[in-house]
């Protein structure tokens, strides 16, 4: 249109003129050509590209145990970059380079960006790094995802950029579990950010967290203090969904009759998923709650302690102190202190085995499934069981259960003892 649109003007131009136009001479433009936008690459080309850089991460529990697979990628030659969730539950942690099959030992976490989910660690290894790019892509710009979904490693897919939502932003490019972690690029192989989460149930519905989110001084802390740390509270209460309360209530059953012990407690979180305030009322005796301030990487900055009408003195955190605050609440694999005398053994995944008085073991607990106690048996000084509670569970449309009911043994028969119930709120 611009070749005809000069012609027919040139045209017109001469209808009119007796003599030949005078030609003025040529002047150099002084107008900085415009850059050629850089080329695309092939898609093998990022693959391979990217392959470079990729590693396999593996977690496992004290015991030897394996707890998850992730994706990482090495984001200078000694540093590689992944999400921090995939440390969740962990003690110890490879990292296999998937170019050649090499397997690394991973000792500390660098640097911990709970607010982003995000993680770096360094390895005695000279990889092949990345490159990043240097701005955030456009809604429908194409990107490419490269993991190790379900431990298929190497996993290639391409999509486009469906939203930026916040800090976060949303892709069809197909992930799985395994693929958290993992690099993905735009067109020209630059990587744009971290594999992190899709959204189950629906249709390629999968989230990346940009680089330039990753922030936070270096804490080295070992994997396992950083698998404790990369737990949300709700994480650690086996917890599901975006739960926002959790009241509960204990009744002893009578004669068919539910009749309330009178215990009662509260637990509120945040949005994401941390706790901010606790409250527990016994039958006899004042409320007692503590309330928590949070900053903006879900560390605990402030506390507040209520007894009734009373409370005492706020209380501030350091940075060193809230970190070791947060990954002492979560207890995995250690004994933790109830009081003076009582103390709770927790297995590997934060679950109360065993309850002992003095030292001495007076109850044991069985799990069918995270966050749900099968069994419960009182054993006596010579360690014999004396009674055995069985519990079954009615539950919310979340997978949450809302009422526990526990059946002790008498005779050859059993009957119902006791009932907990859970109110549960979401945000």
Aim: charge should be negative; hydrophobic fraction near 35%.
């Amino acid at each position: 249109m611009l070749f005809l649109g000069l012609a027919c003007g040139g045209i017109h131009a001469q209808a009119g003129q007796t003599t030949p136009p005078q030609r003025k001479p040529h002047k150099p433009s002084s107008r900085t050509p415009a850059p050629l936008a850089p080329k695309a690459f092939e898609p093998g080309q990022i693959a391979a590209l990217l392959g470079k850089s990729l590693v396999l991460i593996e977690t496992r529990t004290k015991s030897g145990k394996p707890v998850a697979q992730g994706s990482g990628f090495f984001l200078n030659k000694e540093t590689i970059v992944t999400n921090l969730h995939v440390f969740q539950w962990a003690y110890s942690a490879t990292a296999k380079v998937v170019q050649n099959g090499e397997r690394l030992y991973i000792h500390n976490i660098q640097i911990v960006d709970r607010q982003h989910d995000l993680c770096t660690f360094t390895v005695d290894y000279d990889g092949t790094p990345v490159k990043v790019a240097s701005q955030l892509p456009s809604v429908g710009d194409r990107v490419y995802a490269l993991g190790n979904p379900m431990g298929l490693e190497a996993t290639f897919s391409a999509g486009m950029v469906s939203a930026i939502r916040g800090n976060q932003i949303q892709m069809d490019a197909p992930i799985s579990r395994g693929s958290s972690g993992g690099p993905v690029a735009n067109d020209r192989g630059e990587v744009i950010g971290v594999s992190s989460a899709t959204v189950e149930g629906g249709q390629n519905l999968n989230f990346v967290i940009p680089l330039t989110n990753l922030a936070g001084d270096p804490d080295n802390l070992p994997v396992n203090q950083a698998g404790r740390l990369a737990l949300t509270d709700l994480d650690y209460e086996h917890l599901s969904g975006p739960v926002k309360e959790v009241q509960s209530q204990w009744f002893n059953v009578d004669h068919g009759q539910l009749r309330s012990l009178g215990n009662q407690s509260a637990n509120r979180y945040d949005q994401n998923g941390n706790l901010i305030g606790k409250c527990t009322r016994k039958k006899f005796g004042p409320t007692e709650c503590t309330m928590y301030v949070r900053d903006s990487d879900t560390l605990i900055t402030q506390s507040e302690r209520f007894i009734g009408a009373n409370h005492d003195a706020p209380r501030s955190y350091e940075h060193e102190e809230a970190l070791a605050f947060e990954i002492d609440s979560h207890i995995v694999g250690l004994v933790g202190r109830v009081d003076e005398n009582e103390t709770e053994v927790h297995d590997e995944f934060g679950r109360v085995i065993e309850h002992r008085y003095r030292g001495i073991p007076t109850r044991r607990i069985t799990y069918a499934e995270p966050g749900l106690p099968e069994q419960q048996f009182t054993v006596d000084l010579a360690g014999q069981i004396v009674q055995t509670f069985r519990f079954t569970y009615e539950f919310d449309s979340r997978g949450n259960w809302t009422k526990q009911t526990g059946m002790a043994s008498e005779g050859n028969g059993w009957h119902t003892s006791m009932v907990q119930t859970r109110e549960i709120t979401y945000w």
